[in-house]
């Protein structure tokens, strides 16, 4: 059987079962087991299919409907959490998804976040003018320094995009130009449609970071259940064996890189539609290191489970830090060190509960 | 001769990263775990310093300090060690040593507050001596002495002794020593331990140069792993080489572009790291070659 060949037949497997699974996240051999599920309960596949529509449709009603029912500043957070839940996702992309641990995505948050800012300061105020220029920042630098930070992997592309970060977070805060250490302030509010109003209310600018991110959420979901991304995780598995079936897998690897850079750049222009206000500590290595543990706490390689994470850690650290006497980073901290004992068991006991639902014991 | 000056004040910074580096280093060479909590056990070392000597510097307090946080710092590193052992995978172990560096770090801003506190150096080594026509602090010298006698301890204890030999063996392959019928694990949690005293020391004796203040476990984890990561991971001459490199690139950039310093620093940790993927001197052995 020819490379191509087997590529084609392993796409055919994930059509078949698509269906039936509504994680992203499943490696070969899940996907074996999944697709013998599918022959055996075909009634469940007619079921699984309208849950996976239902849930995230309601999941979007409701959110949709969040600035109906909240005041201002729960609106200003839930914003700020779905910002960071890109983030979170494009870190997901690259360290759950392509196996490759990234501390780095903050220079591309941050390259979105500047560029957002200096076109509503200098130019217009139009919100997808500001997407569409931070993205193409973003995505070219991670293009730029991907090129070289593909090459490596493990603990070292973990340290290389450290330093990446790292020298982001230096540029950003030695460059006069953005503003230095202050940042950039005195951003005016965005407007959506051209030449449309300023939109000064919080809900409404949280109805446009919805929109973006659900618009890129799926964008990314149907990347990772193409070949693209089953090619992503076979480099997660076992890169030399993809290579050996003839893949490019530093092309894919970059790709990858660029992909999760837009996404990147992406959640930078929400932020700044949200803050109104950048500064060099929006890429520190504290926020790097929130987003990388976001996605182990979220669970690596699915896309839904990071953003809950992301949640979790913008809710307790802005949050509930005003009910602890500021001592948000503590309960933090404390969430992290249970989170590592109990999470294995948690997935073990879900595990077994799909598992009786499919009527495998 | 200004150029003097600054290596000299490279080579103290490069004292004192590598002890804090060299457990670092140690830990992930003998159990891969990178320990994110290291910069954590530095500060609690720096506050024991604060606690025990702020405003009355005695050489014998001084001297107190450093015990203490030994001790400190070594159960600290046990604690560690016994929570990292069954945690499987970079990434827990991440959430793991992250989360307890929080914890930690947020205790200490709980009991002293969020100023800059300093440490005077012991009374004997707080003048100044004459060198190279120029006035210059002799507590600095003292901690390039500091680590030229750790770093040549160290190495005396590795090559030449058989718990030295042991933990080579560990580093490169720890299944063929077990299956010989040593114990790794005791021998993982004291390597931890020492590593974790090593470093609560190392935040004691740079007290009088770095002072002590919360967001500086941040600082000098980072230049931490910078050094093993540009030395090599797993090899004490490794962290040697990184820390005498760091500190260089560090003192020098200070001087001559103050506002890029660290980016130099990092842009030279990224060369290295394209070149030689590995580090400078990786640890010997088949784990890691």
Known sequence: MSPADTNAADTNAADTNAADTNRADTNAADMKAASMRTVMAVPS???????????????????????????????????????????????????????????????????????????????????????????????????????????TKGIVFLMVTL????????????????????????????????????????????????AVFVVVFLLVARAMRAPFGRTLRGIRDNEPRLRALGQRTYSAKLAAYGLAGAVAGA?????????????????????????????????????????????????????VSDYVDGRGPLLLGIVFVAGVYLLPRVRAVLGRLRAREKGFP | MQYAVTVLNGLALGAILFLIAVGLSLVFGIMDVLNLAHGAVYLVGAYVAVALIEGHASVAGFVAAVLVAALVGGLAGAALAGMSIPVRGHLDQALLTLGTALIITELISEFFGNEVRSVAPPPGLDASVGLFGQA???????????????????????????????????????????????????LVISVFAAGAALAAVGGVLAGPVLGAQPGL?????????????????????????????????????????????????????AAVLLLRPAGL??????AHA
């Open chain 2, 281 to 286: 001197l990786p640890a010997r052995g088949p």
């Open chain 2, 217 to 269: 476990d941040d600082t000098v984890l980072l230049l931490a792993l910078v050094v093993v990561v540009i030395g090599g991971l797993g090899s004490v001459r490794g962290a040697l080489l990184g820390a005498v490199l760091v500190g260089q690139v560090q003192a020098l950039g200070v001087a001559l572009l103050p506002d890029q310093a660290s980016f130099l620093l990092f842009a030279a940790m």
């Open chain 1, 163 to 210: 330093a990446v970060g790292e020298l982001t977070h230096q540029v950003a805060a030695s460059w006069t130009a953005v503003g230095g250490t202050n940042g950039l302030a005195g951003i005016p509010p965005i407007s959506v449609l051209p030449g449309g109003p300023a939109l000064t209310l919080s809900g409404f600018v949280y109805w446009w970071v919805l």
């Open chain 2, 136 to 186: 210059y602090p002799a507590y600095r010298l003292a901690l390039v002495v500091v680590g030229v006698v750790v770093a040549v301890g160290l190495h005396l204890l590795l090559e030449r002794t058989r718990i030295g030999a042991t933990l080579r063996a560990t580093v490169a392959d720890r299944q063929m020593v077990e299956a010989m019928g040593i114990r790794t694990r005791r």
């Open chain 1, 267 to 319: 959640a930078g222009t929400l932020w700044t539609a949200q803050a109104r206000f950048v500064s060099p500590t929006d890429l520190g290595f504290d926020v790097a290191a929130f987003a990388l543990l976001s996605v182990v706490i979220g669970g690596a390689g699915s896309l839904w489970g990071p953003c809950l994470g992301a949640a979790l850690v913008i809710l307790v650290r802005d949050e």
């Open chain 1, 45 to 151: 596949v007619v079921r699984g299919r309208a849950g996976r529509l239902l849930v995230p449709l309601a999941v979007v009603v409701v959110l949709a409907a969040l600035p109906l029912v909240l005041g201002a500043y729960p609106i200003t957070l839930a914003s700020r959490v779905l910002a960071f839940a890109l983030l979170v996702v494009s870190v997901d992309i690259l360290t759950g998804v392509t196996g490759l641990p990234t501390l780095g995505q903050v220079a591309y948050f941050g390259a979105g976040a500047y560029t957002a800012a200096l076109v509503g300061i200098h130019w217009t105020s139009n919100a997808a003018v500001q997407l569409l220029a931070g993205v193409l920042v973003a995505t070219a630098l991670a293009l730029a320094t991907g090129a070289i930070v593909v090459r």
